[in-house]
């Protein structure tokens, strides 16, 4: 069964930067498309980013410019460096590879 871990978050000052890791388990990782959702309080749950099982990457309008999204199949593991972080980016952000979530990292942007 697909487990996914995610670590990195934490405490920031507006313009620092954070990377966020997702580790899955399981053998499909290197043929699965993946993505980075964040959820702020009050608000839905929304992509930020996304990665095809070849490199294809999405971003979301909001953070073009400033977030990367990577993945490294021999670790079964996804990456998001966040730099030039705004308070806005404040959220709980969950790694998906569908239909599983991972438990979600807190990112908190101070100003």
């Known amino acids: 069964q697909v487990q996914l871990v995610e670590s990195g978050g934490g405490l920031v000052q507006a313009g620092g930067s954070l990377r966020l890791s997702c580790v899955a388990s399981?053998?499909?990782?290197?043929?699965?498309?993946m993505g980075w959702y964040r959820q702020a309080p009050g608000k839905q749950r929304e992509l930020v980013a996304s990665?095809?099982?070849?490199?294809?990457?999405n971003y979301a309008d909001s953070v073009k410019g400033r977030f990367t999204i990577s993945r490294d199949n021999t670790k079964n593991t996804m990456y998001l460096q966040m730099n030039s972080l705004k308070p806005e980016d404040t959220a709980v952000y969950y790694c998906r590879m569908a239909p599983k979530w991972g438990q979600g990292t807190q990112v908190t942007v101070s100003s």
């Open positions: 990665i095809t099982s070849d490199g294809s990457t």
């Open positions: 399981g053998s499909i990782f290197s043929i699965r498309a």
